[in-house]
């Protein structure tokens, strides 16, 4: 991946996660390859789907597109600078992914990742 964002990550707020795994098992064609009480993960063609029981610690609740990025704290301050806000700060979620989200003038959800 080059300098140019890209949406490869996609997470959905749900509310039975047993019943919702069915559901994207079946459309994916594929188990995932997380599986938790508190996340579950799927990673097909490249994309990330990901189930959050309840809208998981960030309170989701519609989908949310995460966009991969090179340097997510020079595009949080791009993006804030052309008016969006940030309502979760860029943070370590392990394996050395920084995850970081905020809305646009609409108050639409919008996600960034950076993997280092």
């Known amino acids: 991946m080059g300098d140019t964002p890209s949406i ?8 039975d996660v047993a019943k919702a ?3 994207y098992t079946a459309l994916l064609g594929t188990a995932p390859q997380t ?5 579950v993960g799927y990673d ?14 960030q309170g989701l609740t519609s989908p949310v597109a995460y966009w991969h990025v090179p340097d997510i704290e020079a ?4 993006v804030t600078a052309a008016g969006a ?3 979760e700060a860029a943070h370590d979620v392990g394996g050395g992914r920084l995850v ?11 996600g960034l ?3 280092r």
Request: glycine share 12%; proline share 8%; aromatic share 6%.
């Open 21 to 23: 795994k069915d559901v």
């Open 100 to 110: 970081a989200s905020f809305t646009d003038p609409d108050g639409n959800v919008l």
């Open 8 to 15: 490869k990550t996609v997470l959905h707020p749900v509310t």
């Open 85 to 87: 806000v940030v309502t």
């Open 75 to 78: 595009k949080l301050a791009e």
């Open 44 to 57: 097909v063609g490249g994309q990330h789907i990901g189930l959050l029981p309840n809208g998981g610690p």
């Open 35 to 39: 599986d938790s009480e508190y996340y």
């Open 113 to 115: 990742v950076q993997d």
